[in-house]
């Protein structure tokens, strides 16, 4: 199994950035895919990034390709979301996932418990 944990999470206002980590652990942890989530209040839970260790660029979805980056540093087994030009519709509890294998494919099969982003007006 793969326990994740994510920090960073906070209030901003818009236009603020902020970055939020991911720290990976367990058994089954070495070069999986991983990826960002996120549930906006009273919606399902979106797709936001993923990341792979086999050369795959990073993919992002179309509302925040050019704002958020996402990277890791597997050495470290930890994932990162620079997220920036933060706006209201960014509001979510955002989670980290980790995929069985080290190809994205489909949804991530180990989530962590989550963070919560609150971007102000």
């Known amino acids: 199994q793969v326990q994740l944990v994510e920090s960073g999470g906070g209030l901003v206002q818009a236009g603020g950035s902020l970055k939020l980590a991911c720290a990976a652990s367990g058994p089954s942890f070495r070069t999986n895919a991983m990826a960002w989530y996120r549930q906006p209040p009273g919606k399902e839970r979106e797709f936001v990034a993923t990341?792979?260790?086999?050369?795959?660029?990073?993919y992002y979805s179309d509302s925040v390709r050019g704002r958020f980056t996402i990277s890791g540093d597997m050495a470290k087994k930890m994932l990162y979301l620079e997220m920036n030009d933060l706006k209201p519709e960014d509001t979510a509890v955002y989670y980290c996932?980790?995929?069985?294998?080290?190809?994205?494919?489909?949804?991530?099969?180990?989530w962590g418990q989550g963070t919560q982003v609150t971007v102000s007006s």
């Open positions: 996932g980790a995929y069985r294998s080290a190809v994205v494919n489909g949804n991530p099969d180990w």
């Open positions: 990341i792979a260790w086999n050369g795959d660029k990073p």
